[in-house]
């Protein structure tokens, strides 16, 4: 009896133990980034302060606001996180819901398609596409930032086909059998049953477009179109690199990100946990 009380007792304290030392090292680099932002660029390399400064000092972030125009910049990401999200929200939930409860011919080899297209990286499709935005002349422009998402990507379908898949196709055939179309059965039914999914790419879409480097690297030749994460650029100079502000201006460029986890983090969990439990 003593012997299987601390099995059981090892079984749920050793997963607390790991995903407690996976997530300590995940955060460290956090930690050693917003500590650096409020030292100078003479203690930002010294080891033998560890996480603490000597002299703390907030000019590093006053600095961030006169090194580049913060204000533009973020006015450019939000434009573009915010074209993104809508693209998303009204693409992605259409080609979902045709993927996952309506049947037509070719359906599978679509979702086939789409779902090999995740295995090939962005590096190989960067120079094709490149070359397709340069004959559009839209280099120079938001337009290649925000376009895809109105076409929908692929990992954001899959994750919603997936979440659809678990509504109950009875629901659909009551609708039917009461007249209702295609289009009424997705506005009442599935958008509404479909929202923690939704919510979920919601999210990553803006994670993931608020902080695109590359992006914004290869298509905003123009520093009226810059982003926050191609500001860090300006504390890079020929021969020297300004840390302690490229660090604050970082922190700075993390807590919108932080700000949406900390309050959708209920609906990203919830649409995670639910959206692979149907194949």
């Keep these: ?86 693209g998303t929200i009204f693409c992605t939930p259409m080609i979902s819901y045709s993927l996952a409860k309506i049947r037509w011919k070719g359906r599978n080899i679509i979702f086939s398609i789409i779902m090999a297209s995740l295995m090939i990286p962005y590096t190989v499709t960067m120079i094709p596409l490149y070359k397709f935005w340069t004959k559009l002349n839209l280099v120079g422009t938001f337009w290649p930032l925000i376009i895809p998402a109105f076409f929908g990507y692929p990992f954001y379908i899959v994750i919603l086909r997936q979440f659809m898949l678990t509504i109950p196709d009875e629901l659909l055939e009551a609708a039917e059998i009461d007249g ?36 914004p690297l290869l298509y905003a030749n123009n520093s009226d179109h810059y982003t926050l994460s191609l500001g860090l650029y300006s504390f890079m100079n020929e021969h020297s690199v300004d840390w302690a502000g490229m660090m604050a201006a970082a922190t700075l460029l993390m807590i919108p990100i932080l700000v949406v986890f900390l309050f959708c983090q209920k609906y990203l969990m919830e649409g995670i946990s639910t959206s692979g439990l149907k194949g």
């Design 1 to 86: 009896m003593g012997e299987r009380n601390v099995k059981g007792r090892f079984s749920r304290v050793f997963p607390v133990v790991v995903i407690t030392l996976l997530a300590l090292i995940y955060l460290f680099p956090i930690l050693i980034m917003i500590s650096a932002s409020f030292r100078s660029n003479d203690q930002i390399f010294d080891t033998s302060l560890g996480l603490l400064s000597r002299n703390p000092t907030l000019d590093n972030f006053k600095n961030v606001f006169s090194v580049m125009p913060y204000g533009r910049y973020f006015g450019n990401t939000m434009w573009i996180t915010g074209m993104n999200v809508l």
């Design 180 to 215: 209702a179309g295609r289009w009424k059965i997705y506005r009442t039914i599935i958008l509404p049953l479909s929202r923690p999914g939704i919510a979920t790419i919601t999210i990553f879409t803006f994670m993931s477009t608020f902080s695109d480097f590359l992006g």
